[in-house]
């Protein structure tokens, strides 16, 4: 790591980053995880100190460095056309991304969660700076204050919640239900927590390239049962499966709508094939429910 002496100045803050709103975004997100190993990899030595936030909406790089020629370079071999702010600029754009003012659903909680489990990866590995520090608790402290003391996410539903939502629409109930989801990560883990305390599925499958990540994820739902993600095509027809897992189309899922009687896959883009509802719809389902 760069081991200049730390100035807490919020000069030395800089955000890097491509979102849902830049047209470059649908060709990251199938390598999203691979640029960010090597995101690490590369710009950990080159400043104080780094955090990425990657998630389904967005690619973000975070960096304290007092030298930033470098480091921009290398996020530029990185990334295509990102936008860049420093100091105020990209401190006050983490604390309106932890607040939910810029996901696509204004106020949605998902996002909160996502920030702090990004700087808490990056600091476990000993690669944030005391002022990345500062400046991603100051964002995740403003964010669960935003919605504990404004209306910004009252009635409104995140998008793991929708497709539960949208697939119990669909089926007009899911209390005695066969459901299947796909992935474990937070978005996967706020289906399940919503699948499981407002309705009584006969059985929850959870599948993910990981097989520990999906026992991790299946507490969400007691009873649950964890697969791997190669197991999927082995098991008998559900009556919903919900899909959220980063990477882009799976070979593992193509034949996923053949076992399902509906199929909602809010990965962007989708991993499955010829899904019925997608986080376009879902968009769209949480527009009409506000």
Request: hydrophobic share 45%.
């Amino acid at each position: 790591m760069y081991s200049e002496p730390e100035d807490l100045g919020l000069q030395s803050l800089l955000a890097y980053g491509v979102t849902f709103r830049d047209s470059c975004f649908a060709d990251l997100l199938p390598v999203a995880e691979g640029i960010k190993r090597r995101a690490y990899e590369l710009l950990a030595p080159l400043s104080r100190g780094v955090v990425v936030l990657s998630t389904c909406n967005r690619f973000e790089v975070y960096l304290d460095s007092p030298a930033p020629g470098r480091s921009e370079e290398v996020i530029r071999s990185l990334l295509k056309a990102p936008w860049r702010l420093e100091g105020e600029e990209a401190a006050r754009h983490l604390l309106r991304v932890a607040a939910g003012l810029e996901s696509q659903i204004v106020g949605e909680d998902e996002v909160l969660g996502q920030v702090r489990e990004a700087w808490l990866e990056a600091r476990r590995a000993g690669l944030t700076s005391e002022l990345l520090d500062a400046v991603f608790h100051s964002a995740i402290s403003a964010g669960a204050r935003a919605r504990r003391e404004t209306r910004i996410s009252k009635g409104v539903l995140g998008y793991p919640q929708a497709a539960v939502e949208l697939g119990a629409r669909a089926l007009g109930d899911l209390d005695g239900r066969r459901v299947l989801v796909v992935g474990a990560g937070m978005a996967a883990r706020a289906m399940l927590r919503h699948l499981c305390t407002k309705w009584r599925p006969s059985s929850v499958i959870v599948a993910d390239r990981n097989p520990a990540r999906a026992s991790e994820a299946a507490s969400e739902c007691p009873g649950a049962k964890a697969i791997s993600l190669a197991e999927v095509n082995a098991i008998d027809s559900v009556d919903l499966a919900l899909v959220a897992i980063k990477g882009g189309p799976r070979p593992e899922l193509t034949n996923l709508r053949s076992r399902c009687k509906v199929l909602v896959d809010i990965s962007t883009p989708p991993a499955s094939t010829l899904p019925d509802y997608t986080a376009r719809e879902v968009e769209v389902f949480v527009e009409e429910s506000a």
